[in-house]
């Protein structure tokens, strides 16, 4: 009995020296922070401390001292300055984004207007003169020599193509359609009116690509080996593109028309509305320059269709009301509005797509030297398009089936009688050509001020860059993979230093002697690089850096995108 007990008495006695010495350590732990003038708010996590230790802990835990400090501690910006510059900038480019995005919509409005000018007051006589060429060539006994140059063949294609549709488009009935289209609901008419918005996206993308095979088919040296079905079948399938696509925009412009004479408005906002689920399907998404490129010349020319598509609206009501300019008042603010949602939408649009993908606003000078150079370049000597075409293949506008719309419009709403009519016809046809000379002087000069700007003259002088198919490209790349070792030819850098040490091959290419299949490039963005980006280039196929490595599809220049190229995986 005795041992348990003085067991017992020894266990106790060794706690109570435990414990004397824990007393002992906080209590000079305490002196020497308050010797060091050290504040501890939350020091209470030691479960075994003294009691002295953790009353003063808890001192320091009341809620006068943590109102305190939320009232008074401070931080400084200074120690992430990078962001907060970073974000400021970002606040002055969409601030600048309303006026660099209206310059260039400016610019590229007057020159799809010199493109649609150029149809109603130089074509006609460009095709005047190369039917008299035709005429009396021959006559001349110069039979040997050719008799017309490819220029006035295509002015002449042009002609034909833009009389035989108007004599089509005359058995068209407007008002019948007008009647139609308004008999329908106001969703059937919003379904309709998106539906013709895409339509005339693909038909503006497949419309170029036939009237450019078919100048080409009948101006193709004929020393070459016929590989075309013949200048008549393309001729006729340009003149039933340009008759649909003219029947479709005119279903546009009753639509609109229709939805102006409502009598509750509700089809117009509705349509109005319809700009602003635009922003919803371009804003959160990844963006670049390219892309970006061609939704700019998509807004080009979708705000100067959507400008004459109002012109025949205005002109359509105008007759129905006996031309009365008190009821040109009354359209005033639908005109107003329908213009001020569109411009409202793309600069929110613009704005948002360069804030998310971190896109500086001097990119629409880029864009806007862009432009200009395709202007320059249609005048030079060496020049291998008109320059209404290469509006047409960089933007998507097609001035042909808009024009004989509007020519439509105008012949049945304007009734010419009397030698007086036919003066003011001849002096408003004069007042164009002043005005088509005019804008293509202003242009001009203006477009010599971006390119010189851009310096990009050098580039004035080069050859017209020669465009491969896809499908050549496709059949070369396969090629190169099938008959090409990596041990052959090894990739150089910028310095001229062989890659080919510093990047051996892996052992199973080396071994074996099956084809190599090309990976997917569908991640792989065909883009401007950036300034940062010039010196790196990554090849797609192997992902090794370097400038000549084979199997790299090539990146991009904005001088070569147009408005249907596919740039990465989408076109915008």
């Not at 606040?91 to 150029?118: H, N, S, W």
């Not at 009821?327 to 949602?341: E, G, K, N, Q, R």
């Not at 290469?390 to 009397?418: D, E, H, N, W």
């Not at 883009?527 to 490595?549: Q, S, V, Y």
Request: net charge neutral; proline share 4%; glycine share 4%.
């Amino acid at each position: 009995m005795a041992d348990p007990l003085s067991s017992g008495l020894g266990e106790e006695q060794e706690k109570e020296k435990e414990d004397r010495e824990r007393d002992k350590k906080a209590a000079k732990t305490e002196n020497i922070n308050e010797k060091d003038g050290v504040t501890e708010t939350l020091a209470f996590n030691d479960k075994n401390g003294g009691s002295k230790g953790k009353k003063r802990n808890l001192s320091d835990l009341s809620l006068v001292r943590f109102i305190t400090t939320e009232l008074t501690r401070g931080y400084f910006l200074e120690h992430n300055e990078a962001k907060y510059t970073e974000r400021r900038e970002r606040v002055y480019t969409c601030l600048r984004i309303p006026k660099e995005l209206e310059k260039l919509m400016t610019f590229g409005f007057f020159l799809c207007l010199d493109a649609f000018l150029y149809v109603f007051t130089l074509l006609p006589l460009r095709v005047i003169l190369a039917l008299l060429r035709l005429i009396t060539l021959p006559c001349c006994g110069l039979s040997g020599s050719r008799l017309l140059q490819p220029a006035q063949v295509c002015d002449v294609l042009k002609g034909f193509i833009m009389v035989l549709c108007y004599s089509m488009m005359s058995y068209v009935d407007y008002s019948m359609m007008y009647h139609l289209i308004r008999g329908q609901s106001v969703i059937k008419l919003y379904i309709i009116y998106n539906m013709l918005e895409v339509a005339d996206r693909l038909f503006s993308s497949f419309g170029q690509d036939i009237l450019d095979a078919l100048y080409w088919t009948a101006t193709e040296p004929k020393e070459k080996k016929r590989a075309h079905i013949g200048v008549i079948p393309h001729f006729l399938m340009a003149v039933l593109y340009v008759f649909l696509h003219a029947i479709l925009i005119m279903v546009q412009a009753t639509t609109l028309n229709v939805a102006f004479n409502s009598h509750n408005k509700s089809l117009l906002t509705i349509m109005m509305s319809n700009n602003f689920v635009e922003i919803k399907g371009s804003v959160f998404k990844k963006f670049e320059k390219n892309n970006l490129f061609q939704m700019s010349n998509s807004d080009i020319k979708e705000r100067f269709t959507n400008y004459i598509l109002l012109l025949i609206v205005c002109l359509r009501n105008m007759e129905q009301f006996s031309w009365n300019p008190d009821h040109l008042w009354v359209l005033f603010p639908d005109v107003v509005m329908v213009i001020a949602s569109e411009v409202a939408v793309d600069v929110v649009k613009h704005a948002f797509i360069t804030k998310f993908n971190d896109i500086s606003a001097d990119v629409y000078g880029e864009y806007r030297a862009s432009l200009a150079f395709d202007l320059v370049s249609s005048r030079q000597k060496n020049a291998y398009t008109d320059y209404s075409d290469s509006v047409s293949r960089r933007m998507g506008f097609i001035p042909l089936p808009l024009a004989l719309l509007l020519i439509r419009v105008v012949t049945s709403s304007v009734k010419i009688q009397g030698s007086l009519s036919f003066m003011c016809v001849l002096l408003f046809y004069l007042g164009m050509i002043t005005l088509k000379v005019l804008n293509s002087i202003v242009l001009l000069g203006t477009s010599c001020v971006f390119v010189k700007e851009a310096n990009m003259e050098e580039k004035l002088s080069d050859p017209p860059p020669s465009v491969v198919s896809s499908r050549a490209n496709s059949r070369a790349h396969r090629t190169k993979h099938f008959h090409t070792s990596p041990q052959q030819e090894p990739a150089t850098d910028k310095g001229g230093i062989s890659l080919a040490a510093d990047n051996p091959p892996p052992p199973n290419m080396a071994e074996t002697s099956d084809p190599i299949l090309p990976k997917s490039d569908s991640d792989t963005f065909l883009t401007t690089p950036d300034e940062e980006d010039d010196d790196k280039i990554i090849n797609a196929d192997t992902g090794l850096e370097g400038d000549r490595l084979e199997h790299r599809t090539p990146k991009k220049d904005l001088l070569e995108i147009d408005r249907f190229t596919i740039c990465g995986n989408r076109i915008d």
